[in-house]
């Protein structure tokens, strides 16, 4: 149990088709993230939200949109993909801006 | 650009012996720095950290220092051990805001 639960754990998508990514934390944390690790690359900061307000958004494309509805739940709403999209999706949550606490990610392939 | 680097993709060291992995950065002004643990299909786990005015931390087998002359941390594992083989990311973040990951180093142990 890490406290921050992403679902699902692997996603397989077209080209064309819409998908959502779910996150949850369970430790009370003020700040939600997603970020993308690619193969051989760093972590990658998409996008911030504090006390649910969005204050990050590095200059992700418009065809992820991200959603934070409380201060526990985070999503990511993907639509017309790209096969370069593919990659893993991780979650994390914090307080304030000490150390993060990440999901186990969702695998993204898009086909 | 990136601000952090881990430029030795891969470690293998014996079970029992040292294993440092070196994390270099270019922005003088981090002043908190992290290393995380991956796993195979989990997410991040948060290892140990270091604030810029300490040049050591500790904690049991794990020790994190600090250069900041030569930008320049690592982190000593002693004695290793096989459950130590995963893949370790150092991170920075300047005056709390986002945090900047490395690509990785992947250590193995071997009994």
């Known amino acids: 149990e890490t406290g921050v639960t992403q679902t699902p754990r692997h996603l397989v998508m077209g080209m064309t088709n819409k998908k959502s990514l779910k996150c949850e934390q369970h430790l009370g944390h003020n700040a939600m993230y997603w970020y993308k690790q690619s193969a051989k690359k760093p972590l990658e900061l998409m996008f911030v939200y504090n006390f649910k307000e969005q204050t990050e958004n590095n200059s992700v494309p418009s065809r992820f949109s991200p959603e934070c509805p409380n201060s526990s739940h985070l999503f990511l709403h993907l639509h017309t993909l790209q096969p370069e999209d593919s990659a893993l999706y991780l979650c994390?949550?914090?307080?304030?801006?000490?150390?993060?606490?990440f999901g186990s990610g969702t695998q993204l392939s898009v086909l | 650009d990136q601000q952090v680097k881990q430029n030795s993709p891969s470690l293998s060291v014996q079970e029992g012996r040292i294993s440092i992995l070196n994390c270099d950065y270019t922005n003088s002004m981090f002043d908190y720095f992290l290393w995380y643990k991956k796993y195979p299909a989990e997410g991040p786990t948060f290892l140990i950290s270091?604030?810029?005015?300490?040049d050591k931390n500790e904690d049991g087998r794990f020790t994190v220092f600090l250069n900041k002359s030569a930008k320049h941390l690592s982190l000593h594992i002693v004695p290793s051990q096989p459950g130590d083989s995963a893949v370790y990311f150092c991170?920075?973040?300047?005056?709390?805001?986002?945090?900047?990951f490395g690509t990785g180093t992947s250590l193995t142990v071997i009994p």
């Open positions: 994390a949550s914090s307080q304030e801006n000490e150390k993060l606490f």
């Open positions: 991170a920075a973040s300047a005056f709390g805001n986002q945090f900047y």
């Open positions: 270091i604030s810029s005015i300490k």
